[in-house]
């Protein structure tokens, strides 16, 4: 029975897991009896109390037994015969949301921090995973909602004066202005076509809205999925399918109701088309941006929100002008 | 030293903290010595053993003393004198995320749940907190995406079926057609002034697309500052001066550049006023929304995501074509 004394954050590791690693917690081996281990635990100072690291002699973790198993436990019995021999673990190169999402779903509180051999480096303890998930959660919102992960704590985002509230966005919002800009010189290519038949400007907000709204629900799913630890792949099919579906259901409402409102079939038409082939692609392109950004090693939630929002309301505009010249002009 | 046994889940309540109390958890009186308490939690079984509730006679919760401070504290030392006197607590009816962030606030694994006259029901255990976090965060973010709320488990929102994942989309989606048509209908209303300056039609994305940004980006900061316990009022007054600024910035930036880029100062003068009364209103109507939600007790991440994205859509658009006609027609 000891403390452990290493030091699992070698390096300023502020995103991995190794950050929450507590080095202060009780290591016990197997053969080791329940009651030698409580009785042992007593008068000692530790970060945190809510399991014990089971190690062999060259501190491999072998298990983890929680202080409810070991209370619970008759004295005599030895702690392998009531640990975890599987407890959850993690590396210090851990992902820290995908350690807490690792506790949960184990049903755990505590994960054990082991290096690449197996050797234990501390425990994780419940109240930190609490602190990464909510910060995880913060950032992930901020960044779907347009905000740099440097102000991605809520209480003092909410409370920051109005300099650096406005500082906080004006990255994205530029990246808006230049996507603003573009789309005005993209709509401006069409010129022809909008002077020949001006009911086509009547759906632009309309198309690109659907197309978006199809794609952040695309970009959310993969988020999420990502974040609980569904692979992209696994999504992607489903997806790529469910777009072309939505596209078809879009066309097949909307072709009726704007030839009956406006009497224009063919721009009609243009419209349905046009959502038809923007709403398969935005599933597609909202895969493929937080898929990118993951393999490049950078949080898949950039992905999402306001440059994903852009690139596909360009795209949206010009697949809808390209059907109107086709059908319309 | 008992163990207590009282069931706080009288109804079937899913939202609140009650849920999630653990019932067989240790309880000792003030005067028990930190050795008796220990002594007496072995062989018994508890469903959380991170802390020891600290009850008077009558059952009120004045305490709680975490394992790791029994654990530390000298044999005789009464409890009293090591145990957290102002635990952090919540009653049956608290908000569950408010409980969490209670929690981690506190630096505390674990909450006691108390009565309206503070007598003690349960704690909510670490492993519980962290799994209504997780959910949370992971309904939070739904909502952004425009799904609804029953489509919240993000491990099987990702994997789901296409058909369920056409129907968990659809709702908000029709919101959204529908919102489209209405949009039509409105750049119809203006047909006259297309007709004499198509320019115009030129910034109809451009426009919506960076007021709804700025109001996406408040309706963020709402719901974290919501989640975080920051009330709406503290943050109101710091965004209704931010969006008449950023309205600002992007009017003194479109003017000159509309201007030189399209040599039209009549339509970059519509597009500046525009976006400034467009961004001043986004702040204040993406505010207005979650906060009326929040008092109709809803979920104020309902009034994100689509349901905003389509009103202030609209509301851009009939802002644009106002200012574009009073300055170019």
Redesign the interface.
Known sequence: MSTTAVDPVGEAATRTAATHASVAVPVAAPHDSC?RI?DE??????????AVAICAADGTLVGMA???RL??A??DTPVRDVMDPEPPTVTPATDQEEA??R??RR???ALGMVDGTGRFLGLI???R???V??A???E???R????LGSSAV??S??????WR??WH??P??LV??G???L???I??AF?HQ??TQ??I??????????AG??G??T???????L????GIG??AF??A??GP??GV??AL??FP??TV??DEPRVAAAVAVALLVASSIATVLALALPWTLDRLGLDPAFG???LA??IQ?LLS?VIYFLAATALVT
Do not use: K, N
């Open positions: 009651r409580l635990m007593r008068g000692r100072t530790f970060e945190c109390a809510a929680t202080m409810e209370l619970a008759a004295g807490a999402w506790a949960v049903g755990e509180s303890p419940p109240d995973l609490l602190a998930l909510l995880e959660h913060d992930d919102v901020a779907l909602g347009g905000f809520a209480r985002a909410a409370t920051e004066s109005v509230r406005l966005r004006l994205w919002l808006g202005l996507g603003a800009l789309a005005a010189a709509v401006g010129e909008l002077r001006v009911l400007a009547f759906f632009v907000p309309g198309v690109v809205y659907l709204a199809v952040a629900q970009v959310t799913l993969a988020i999420r999925g974040a609980a630890g569904v696994r999504i489903r997806e399918v469910t579906l939505l259901m879009f409402v909307t109701l704007i409102l406006w999402s929100g306001p929002t852009v309301d505009i």
